[in-house]
Nanobody
Framework: QVQVVESGGGLVQAGGSLRLSCTAS????????MGWFRQAPGNEREAVSC????????DYADSVKGRFTISKENAKATLHLQMSSLKPEDTAMYYC?????????????????????WGQGTQVTVSS
């Protein structure tokens, strides 16, 4: 049984940093491209970042480019999202997702339906 579990969310002031983590079990983590999505109340789920199965190719939404960094530790079956210079508009539930795919990730081409497995989410709240 595949399990995807996010952690690291919390309350932070604007300008602060948080590091989200995601562990996956029950699958061959090396084979999976991964992604982070977020969803604020009343909004659709939006793609934040994606990373190729090998970890050597990444892509970001324009709204987070230069502030967020995605990384993948295959040996630990763990995905990270380092978030810096946080803004109140980054407030959302953040989700980790896994996708069985070997191609380079291009964020704007990917939708939530492209991902096979999801975590339950971790809340990030940025106060002004």
């Amino acid at each position: 049984q595949v399990q995807v579990v996010e952690s690291g969310g919390g309350l932070v002031q604007a300008g602060g940093s948080l590091r989200l983590s995601c562990t996956a079990s029950g699958l061959t983590f090396d084979d999976y491209a991964m992604g982070w999505f977020r969803q604020a109340p009343g909004n659709e789920r939006e793609a934040v970042s994606c990373i190729k199965w090998s970890g050597d190719s990444t892509d970001y939404a324009d709204s987070v480019k230069g502030r967020f960094t995605i990384s993948k530790e295959n040996a630990k079956a763990t995905l990270h999202l380092q978030m810096s210079s946080l803004k109140p508009e980054d407030t959302a539930m953040y989700y980790c997702a896994a996708r069985l795919d070997s191609s380079t990730c291009v964020l704007w081409t990917l939708t939530p339906d492209d991902y096979n497995y999801w975590g339950q989410g971790t809340q990030v709240t940025v106060s002004s």
